[in-house]
């Protein structure tokens, strides 16, 4: 099993910043991927950026992309999104989540076996 928790999340005005940390443990030799996904009320989970760790290659939504940078400190099995110029959109739910696939893993929420309990991210206009 591999845990996940998340750290960061905050209050903050349109155009500010904020860097979100996703700590992992357990088994995580078992991981190839880790990514971030959002989900805000009365809508669906959907992805945000993404981490392949064999080739460090960085995956993201169209709606971040420019703005939003994944990261990854492997000493500290600890994944980072530095989310900058903020928009009230943003707002949501974020969520950590780690992938044993050693294919292709894409923005699917089901291409991920394990998941974090979420940090809160609100932006005010």
């Known amino acids: 099993q591999v845990q996940l928790v998340e750290s960061g999340g905050g209050l903050v005005q349109a155009g500010d910043s904020l860097r979100l940390s996703c700590a992992a443990s357990g088994r995580t030799w078992s991981t190839t991927t880790m990514g971030w996904f959002r989900q805000a009320p009365g809508k669906e989970r959907e992805f945000v950026a993404a981490i392949r760790f064999s080739t460090a290659n960085t995956y993201y939504a169209d709606s971040v992309k420019g703005r939003f940078t994944v990261s990854r400190d492997t000493a500290r099995n600890t994944m980072y999104l530095q989310m900058n110029s903020l928009r009230p959109e943003d707002t949501a739910n974020y969520y950590c989540?780690?992938?044993?696939?050693?294919?292709?893993?894409?923005?699917?929420?089901?291409?991920?076996?394990?998941w974090g309990q979420g940090t809160q991210v609100t932006v005010s206009s």
């Open positions: 989540a780690a992938s044993k696939r050693s294919g292709s893993v894409g923005p699917i929420p089901n291409d991920y076996d394990y």
